[in-house]
């Protein structure tokens, strides 16, 4: 089965910390693509980082980083400098290609609390 | 240059009832798709398109659900007889490409049948 685990169903990290949302994915295919998405209340989800599983290095934006560790499946994202507009749903997600379909499969989601 | 659009932002609607929800998605992104956001059952995907094709549509939750997409932009989602179990928020997004580039989100339609 195709799925995506977000153990943390909520998380909660003081202005200008660091936070660790973790992600594991299960899936066969040997070529994916791995994708961090934020959705705040407005309900816009919006890409936050993107990770080819064929590479090895780690994904960088700004204050966003990956620990992508493919063997075990594992898909982290590490927010440094937590700031208030960081405060969202957060939804980890692979892509794959499935009965002629492209799709995302996403996991249940963080809910991202920022703390003043 | 402007994202993804949907319409109507919310729909309430009652049981029994057709209903249709718009996306129309960025100029020139070829590839289109549709999820449903729901408490219950979190993201699921419903159904893709490569233009006006749509290879597979076995992620539609049953027969009352349909889509299209014509002229390779906009597309329409129909849920006929609605359901409550129907409630949720339809997201459409596109992409320029497809296998693994990013899918561009819109705001969604919040659906609600009493």
């Known amino acids: 089965a195709q799925t995506v685990t977000q153990s943390q169903p909520e998380m909660s990290v003081q202005e200008a910390e660091t936070v660790t949302l973790s992600c594991t994915y299960d899936?066969?295919?040997?070529?994916?693509?791995l994708f961090w998405y934020k959705q705040p209340p407005s309900r816009q989800m919006i890409l936050v980082i993107r990770?080819?599983?064929?590479?090895?290095q780690n994904a960088t934006e700004n204050r966003f980083s990956v620990n992508f560790q493919k063997a075990a499946k594992s898909f982290s994202l590490k927010i440094s400098d937590s700031q208030l507009g960081d405060a969202a749903m957060y939804f980890c997600a692979y892509s794959i290609t499935q009965g002629g379909s492209e799709k995302l499969v996403f996991g249940k989601g963080t809910k991202l609390t920022v703390n003043p | 240059g402007a994202g993804v659009s949907q319409s109507p932002s919310n729909k309430v609607t009652e049981k029994g009832k057709d209903v249709e929800l718009r996306c129309d998605p960025i100029?020139?992104?070829?590839?289109l798709y549709w999820y449903r956001q729901s408490l219950g059952q979190g993201l699921e995907f419903l159904i893709y398109?490569?233009?006006?094709?749509?290879?597979?549509k076995s992620g539609l939750p049953s027969d009352r659900f349909s889509a299209e997409r014509t002229g390779g932009s906009v597309s329409t989602l129909t849920i006929q007889r609605t359901q409550q179990e129907d409630s949720a928020v339809y997201l459409c997004a596109s992409s320029r490409y497809i296998k693994g580039y990013e899918q561009y989100f819109g705001p969604g339609t919040r659906l609600t049948v009493t």
């Open positions: 990770q080819e599983a064929y590479k090895q």
């Open positions: 100029s020139g992104h070829t590839a």
């Open positions: 899936t066969s295919e040997s070529d994916y693509y």
């Open positions: 398109f490569q233009g006006n094709s749509a290879p597979d």
